[in-house]
């Protein structure tokens, strides 16, 4: 089967669009996520998610539906958090993934039967992913975008010099609410895509690769968002042409580009002396 013959083919079809959005949508937050060094919130939230999914299928309730609940809690709450509270924003990270988890795997003891679809929650599975699915990251998109627009100059003052954003004033706090309630729900959407255990490699890895060549905060986001279509796109042809688990084929070629970057930038430094 060629290209031509893969892409023709409906589930690559929206597998490939939902990647395009998905990679576009991480860049976003990843881009003010990283450099504000909350990359293990990622883990935390997505990985604490899974208390939504267990009770989705618990429930017979549409379990994507209730992480997006769970994971908009856990980032109000963490937005919630300020410097001089006496729980630390990874400590609470922590708390969220450790309780979250231990209690899906005790709902999901409750839950009868053979569970086929835990394993695509979990690892990611293109062929679950419909035009519904589509439609709704659609409209995130266009939502989030939106609110970037208006909320740009805030994202980039609070995240190259927070005590600044103090000093003039700026809405910080709203400014922080929506970095980390978005990232959250951005989370949860790309769980079809790549997985709960995997998804925040797209949000991490493509701002860590662009770092190596990006020169300012503006060439570190327009890298971003192409290290992120494309990487996407190729691990979305690598797990249909060798019948891989999406979530960890994007995941690998993810850290095999992150380590082929960081080699040519080392090995640049070293003979431009």
């Not at 589509?134 to 980039?156: A, P």
């Not at 979530?247 to 970057?261: C, D, E, H, K």
Request: hydrophobic share 55%.
């Amino acid at each position: 089967m060629d290209l031509i013959d893969i892409v023709s083919t409906p589930f690559m079809q929206r597998s490939f669009i939902s990647a395009v959005l998905l990679a576009s949508l991480f860049g976003l937050f990843g881009t003010f996520i990283v450099p504000k060094r909350l990359g293990f919130m990622a883990d935390g939230i997505s990985h604490g998610s899974l208390l939504g999914i267990a009770l989705g299928l618990l429930l017979g309730i549409y379990p994507i539906f209730l992480a997006i609940i769970v994971a908009s809690l856990y980032g109000f709450l963490l937005s919630r958090v300020s410097s001089t509270s006496n729980i630390t924003q990874d400590g609470l990270v922590g708390v969220f993934l450790s309780g979250g988890m231990g209690g899906a795997i005790i709902i999901m003891s409750y839950v009868p039967g053979y569970k086929p679809e835990l394993f695509s929650y979990l690892f990611g599975n293109i062929l679950t992913i419909h035009w519904t699915d589509i439609y709704f990251l659609t409209g995130f998109f266009i939502l989030v975008t939106i609110i970037f627009v208006s909320q740009w100059r805030n994202l980039v003052i609070t995240t190259i010099h927070n005590d600044l954003s103090h000093v003039i004033d700026l809405p910080v706090g709203r400014t922080k609410y929506f970095l980390f309630i978005g990232t959250s729900i951005t989370l949860i959407a790309g769980v079809k895509l790549l997985g709960i255990i995997l998804v925040s490699a797209l949000l991490i890895i493509p701002v860590l690769i662009a770092n190596q060549f990006g020169q300012s905060l503006k060439s570190t986001f327009v890298l971003t968002q192409f290290i992120g279509i494309l990487s996407t796109f190729a691990g979305i042809l690598i797990s249909y042409v060798m019948d891989y688990p999406t979530g960890p084929s994007v995941a690998i070629l993810l850290v095999a580009t992150l380590m082929v970057a960081l080699v040519y930038k080392n090995m640049k430094a070293k003979f431009s002396h």
